[in-house]
């Protein structure tokens, strides 16, 4: 299927961490990196009930291109730099990313 360049998709990526602040800083430090890939950030909104976990949205025009980010050994060696303990992705547009990684967004009704 080829994705028009003008649709706008939402990833949210779910991160379990050992300490939110270390990993803020390095997700930061990545937004020039994910740029070559086409992503741009969007908010990241922290659980209230572990201030460990996050919910992470990314917005790109070309999804097949923003995939390629999160298989580069940049992104791997981030992560791990990062403590990424656990990673969940949801795509608003409920289509595959990385092959099981990911997980369809439900409205609440």
Same mark, same amino acid.
């Given at each position: 299927?080829?994705?028009? !360049?003008? =649709?706008?998709?939402?990833?949210? #990526? /779910? @991160?379990?961490?050992?300490?939110? $602040?270390?990993?803020? +800083?390095?997700?930061? +430090? !990545?937004? /020039?990196? /994910?740029?070559?890939?086409?992503?741009?950030? $969007?908010?990241?909104? &922290?659980?209230?009930? %572990?201030? %460990?976990?996050?919910?992470?949205?990314?917005?790109?025009?070309?999804?097949?291109?923003?995939? !390629?980010? =999160?298989?580069?050994?940049?992104? &791997?060696?981030?992560?791990? /730099?990062? $403590? @990424? !303990?656990?990673?969940? =992705?949801?795509?608003?547009?409920? *289509?595959? #990313?990385?092959? $099981?990684?990911? +997980? *369809?967004? @439900?409205?609440?009704?």
């Amino acid at each position: 299927m080829k994705y028009r !360049q003008h =649709f706008l998709h939402h990833l949210f #990526i /779910r @991160v379990q961490v050992p300490d939110f $602040g270390a990993w803020y +800083r390095e997700h930061k +430090r !990545q937004s /020039r990196a /994910r740029a070559k890939y086409g992503l741009s950030d $969007g908010p990241v909104y &922290r659980e209230l009930e %572990n201030p %460990n976990a996050a919910m992470v949205q990314l917005n790109t025009n070309d999804l097949p291109k923003a995939i !390629q980010w =999160f298989r580069t050994a940049e992104f &791997r060696e981030a992560m791990l /730099r990062a $403590g @990424v !303990q656990e990673r969940e =992705f949801y795509d608003t547009a409920s *289509r595959e #990313i990385l092959n $099981g990684n990911h +997980r *369809r967004a @439900v409205r609440a009704k």
